[in-house]
């Protein structure tokens, strides 16, 4: 069975940094993108930074400080957070799009993991 599962969150004070990280698991022929969105208390799900083949795109709001990052061995993308602020405090969504065992493209989500920056 096809799943992802993430990891990596955690509790930090500003300025600090966090790495989240993830894995597909189950027969996967294939990745056609992944993503990562946040959700904070009383707002939308918003999109975070997202990886298509070679490719990377960020919001505006954490441009030059995250870093995402794939590892087609492992079908493992990590999100490398730096200089962390209050704003990014969330509940973070990892999201994929994968070709299973017979290259039917489905949508995957992750459990979430929460992210909470403070002082």
């Known amino acids: 069975q096809v799943q992802l599962v993430e990891s990596g969150g955690g509790f930090v004070q500003p300025g600090g940094s966090l790495r989240l990280s993830c894995a597909a698991s189950g027969t996967i022929l294939s990745i056609n993108f992944m993503r990562w969105y946040r959700q904070a208390p009383g707002k939308q799900r918003e999109l975070v930074a997202a990886?298509?083949?070679?490719?990377?795109n960020y919001a505006d709001s954490v441009k030059g400080r995250f870093t995402l990052s794939r590892d087609n061995a492992k079908n493992t993308v990590n999100l490398q957070m730096n200089s962390l602020k209050p704003e990014d405090t969330a509940v973070y969504y990892c999201?994929?799009?994968?070709?299973?065992?017979?290259?039917?493209?489905?949508?995957?989500w992750g459990q979430g993991t929460q992210v909470t920056v403070s002082s």
């Open positions: 999201n994929a799009a994968l070709y299973e065992s017979n290259w039917s493209l489905r949508d995957y």
């Open positions: 990886i298509t083949g070679g490719s990377t």
